[in-house]
Antibody, heavy 117, light 111 residues
Framework: EVQLVESGGGLIQPGGSLRLSCAAS????????MTWVRQAPGKGLEWVSV???????YYADSVKGRFTISRDNSKNTLYLQMNSLRAEDTAVYYC???????????WGQGTLVTVSS | QSVLTQPPSVSGAPGQRVTISCTGS?????????VHWYQQLPGTAPKLLIY???NRPSGVPDRFSGSKSGTSASLAISGLQAEDEADYYC???????????FGGGTKLTVL
């Protein structure tokens, strides 16, 4: 059974850094494309970043240069390193996996990141 | 401002049929990229409802159907049930952004 479990969220001051983790089971993170999607309180879904099976990475303009997506195949875990955090980065962050390369078929439960002083 | 445009809300009585539109452009839906739909119940993670424009993952009732034409796509829900009350999002890929794009979401109210 495919499972995704995020961790690492919390309260952080503006300008600070945080690393989110997404532990995967039931499949290998390197064999699928993996994404981070966020949802600000009361708002819609916003794509953040993707890492493809070949290792290519892409970012939304709103986080480019500040966030880095990566994976550790030995730990079967996806990461999102978030630097220079801003108030507008406050959101629930979900990791998600593709459904046979079509759509995001598997989602974690989400982890809340709050950027505030 | 979302790249894909959805109506903020739709409503219908139990048993009725509703549709939710998703309008994109020549760099996403119009370029031939697939559209996927998600259902998000309050306080939960999104769930894939339709993938590849028209396909349902196993376990999704056939009351849910998707279509795509030109730069737009639609999600239809027939035989509305109280448990269908949720937020619905469309998603595609945008070549000019080199990334995934979502619609702003549509809140479905079952009257």
């Amino acid at each position: 059974e495919v499972q995704l479990v995020e961790s690492g969220g919390g309260l952080i001051q503006p300008g600070g850094s945080l690393r989110l983790s997404c532990a995967a089971s039931g499949f290998t993170v390197s064999s699928n494309y993996m994404t981070w999607v966020r949802q600000a309180p009361g708002k819609g879904l916003e794509w953040v970043s993707v890492i493809y099976s070949g290792g290519s990475t892409y970012y939304a303009d709103s986080v480019k240069g500040r966030f880095t997506i990566s994976r550790d195949n030995s730990k079967n875990t996806l990461y999102l390193q978030m630097n220079s955090l801003r108030a507008e980065d406050t959101a629930v962050y979900y990791c998600a996996r593709d459904h046979d390369s079509s759509g995001l078929g598997y989602w974690g439960q989400g982890t809340l990141v709050t950027v505030s002083s | 401002q979302s790249v894909l445009t959805q109506p903020p809300s739709v409503s219908g009585a139990p048993g009725q049929r509703v549709t939710i539109s998703c309008t994109g452009s020549s760099s996403n839906i119009g370029a031939g990229y697939d559209v996927h739909w998600y259902q998000q119940l309050p306080g939960t993670a999104p769930k894939l409802l339709i993938y590849g424009n028209i396909n349902r993952p196993s376990g999704v009732p056939d009351r849910f159907s998707g279509s795509k034409s030109g730069t737009s796509a639609s999600l239809a829900i027939s035989g509305l049930q109280a448990e269908d009350e949720a937020d619905y999002y469309c998603q595609s890929y945008d070549s000019s952004l080199s990334g995934l794009v979502f619609g702003g979401g549509t809140k479905l109210t079952v009257l």
